[in-house]
């Protein structure tokens, strides 16, 4: 349930809560790229797929446990990020974790910020949205700028659209975008597909954008990394285009 702490260059010292299976994953999406295989459950459907989540009360207990041993230790940290194995917004008790962690937070660690790295599948929730505005830092996926491509990288679990994404991320306050980029059977770096993806990330206004590419095998086998100068140069579009501060990953 916790992992870390690991070095963040957004985050710092960040402490990390996995809030779903460890055995596998579960994610709104089943991206090519993702480097943990394919997406066998897609959504909080079913009473089977709630089966191995662990409890508000397991999250809590491990995240007291482990803040109290690093004060304790003499030890801060920067940051306590909500992630895991898929999409973290999937789990259904979000809101009494987030709540929960803050009071750990503030009795431990008061210093650290709460924060989230999220694939944004479930943004159009104005519910989901007003829990998600409760993270001091929002990290927030989106890679593609049209539909078509939305689909062909994110094999996103029906009915999700990238223009629902767009809209509910544009309703968001000080988030950040994490937008990977790959090459091969399907490209998502080039001229056209950067520019039609710059057009939403100024339409969404966020504090800043990371690019970044693969550095794992990727689930899709006939997709590759694109180079780090293909990287510098969209993140000067971003600047140039979206007037919105970018750096490479």
């Not at 750990?104 to 008061?110: K, V």
């Amino acid at each position: 349930i916790i992992f870390g702490p690991l070095q963040s260059r957004l985050l710092g010292t960040s402490l990390g809560i996995n809030l779903l299976p460890t055995e596998d994953k579960l994610c709104s999406f089943n991206c090519i790229y993702c480097p943990y295989s394919t997406t066998k459950k897609r959504h909080l459907a079913t009473s089977d797929e709630l089966i191995n989540l662990p409890s508000v009360e397991e999250i809590v207990t491990a995240m007291a446990l482990t803040l109290e041993q690093l004060s304790g230790d003499g030890k801060t940290i920067d940051s306590i990020t909500i992630c895991g194995n898929g999409e973290p917004t999937l789990y259904p008790n979000l809101s009494e974790v987030i709540e929960m962690t803050k009071r750990l937070r503030d009795r431990y660690q008061p210093q650290a910020r709460l924060a989230m790295l999220s694939n944004s599948s479930t943004v159009g929730n104005k519910a989901i949205r007003d829990v998600i505005e409760l993270l001091d830092v929002k990290i927030m996926k989106f890679d593609a700028g049209s539909e078509e491509m939305f689909q062909q990288l994110n094999h996103p679990h029906e009915p999700i659209y990238m223009g629902d994404i767009v809209a509910g991320l544009r309703e968001l306050k000080s988030i950040y975008l994490q937008s990977l980029f790959v090459q091969g059977r399907v490209t998502n770096a080039d001229p056209d597909s950067v520019g039609l993806w710059i057009e939403k990330v100024r339409d969404i206004r966020p504090l800043g954008v990371q690019v970044y590419t693969l550095n794992r095998e990727p689930a899709d086998k006939k997709i590759e990394k694109v180079s780090l100068t293909t990287l510098q140069w969209i993140a000067d579009q971003v600047r140039w285009r979206a007037g919105v501060p970018a750096e490479v990953l």
